[in-house]
């Protein structure tokens, strides 16, 4: 039980049960509530992809309609419900799974005014994150904790890696420009930089290609030295994702943080690794 509710009145009892309730999935009725949650998130994706699809929108238009905002409806007052249950409003509203939770529901009343922006309700989605807590999925969450470390840790060598990256772009899309011309679809230097950057992910749409023979040398070059780019942002995630393994904690906690949300503490943890509230 989480320690801040120890000195709250009796009157109080109806909140700390709640709090059991929608933050632990420890506890049976806690379990329960997220996998219901859960069931309930996939179905409302679900129905927001399948209003997509012109046949069933236009034989089925009015049952979506409800299943749409019965979803939202159920969705606004778990939203409420997490409000009250927690010691710290403020800070579960400002949290990343607040700001999801609130997203989750905003498109549907959103829709009064600006018919269409429901389809925004797949940020639902979003939500699944919660499956590795209410699972016991702890393997899952340290693993997800290596590569976020991972990442972090590369985001220096990246950045410098797309400067350069940027740099061979506005390069090669100025020389390219000069040498091929509007005459053969270079029409900008914007445009020929396109055609560099499809050129070095070796994607290859076509819609713009060198017809001079010096623009195709200069292609082919570029050709080859995609496979050594491609090659750069993967040896550096990967050497992370290899000192992030060894300095990694084995265990941790299925426990969310009832401020932040967080997930991935270590069993023996007393405070929120994100927030430093109490766990």
């Known amino acids: 039980m989480n320690q801040v509710y120890k000195k709250q009145k009796p009157d109080k009892i109806w909140?700390?049960?709640?709090?059991?309730?929608?933050?632990l999935a420890d506890t049976p009725a806690g379990k329960?509530?997220?996998?219901?949650?859960?069931?309930?998130?996939?179905?409302?994706?679900?129905?927001?992809?399948l209003d997509t699809i012109e046949s069933i929108n236009v034989d089925y238009r009015a049952f979506i309609l409800i299943l749409e905002w019965f979803f939202t409806i159920i969705f606004t007052g778990e939203y409420v419900l997490r409000i009250l249950a927690t010691p710290k409003p403020r800070s579960y509203l400002l949290s990343f799974f607040g700001l999801v939770d609130l997203a989750a529901i905003l498109p549907t009343y959103i829709s009064l005014l600006f018919p269409g922006t429901q389809i925004l309700l797949v940020v639902r989605v979003l939500r699944l994150l919660r499956l590795f807590r209410v699972f016991k999925m702890a393997r899952y969450v340290?693993?997800?904790?290596?590569?976020?470390?991972?990442?972090?840790?590369?985001r220096h060598k990246i950045t410098v890696f797309l400067l350069a990256i940027l740099t061979i772009c506005i390069t090669a899309g100025s020389v390219?420009?000069?040498?091929?011309?509007?005459?053969?679809?270079?029409?900008?230097?914007?445009?020929?930089?396109?055609?560099?950057?499809?050129?070095?992910?070796?994607?290859?749409?076509?819609?713009?290609?060198?017809?001079?023979?010096?623009?195709?040398?200069?292609?082919?070059?570029?050709?080859?030295?995609a496979y050594g780019i491609l090659a750069v942002p993967t040896?550096?995630?990967?050497?992370?994702?290899?000192?992030?393994?060894?300095?990694?904690v084995n265990k941790v906690s299925s426990q969310s943080c009832s401020v932040c949300s967080?997930?991935?503490?270590?069993p023996d943890s007393l405070y929120c690794k994100k927030c430093g509230a109490k766990l």
Do not use: C, K
């Open 142 to 154: 340290e693993e997800s904790s290596i590569l976020i470390n991972a990442l972090r840790a590369s």
């Open 32 to 49: 329960a509530f997220d996998v219901a949650l859960i069931i309930s998130i996939i179905l409302s994706v679900l129905v927001v992809l």
């Open 176 to 225: 390219m420009y000069l040498i091929e011309g509007t005459e053969n679809g270079f029409t900008s230097i914007p445009t020929a930089m396109y055609w560099v950057i499809v050129t070095l992910t070796t994607v290859g749409y076509g819609d713009i290609s060198p017809q001079t023979p010096l623009g195709q040398i200069i292609a082919s070059l570029l050709m080859v030295m």
């Open 235 to 248: 040896g550096i995630i990967t050497y992370e994702l290899s000192r992030s393994t060894d300095n990694q």
């Open 262 to 266: 967080a997930v991935g503490h270590s």
């Open 15 to 23: 909140r700390r049960r709640l709090y059991e309730i929608i933050f």
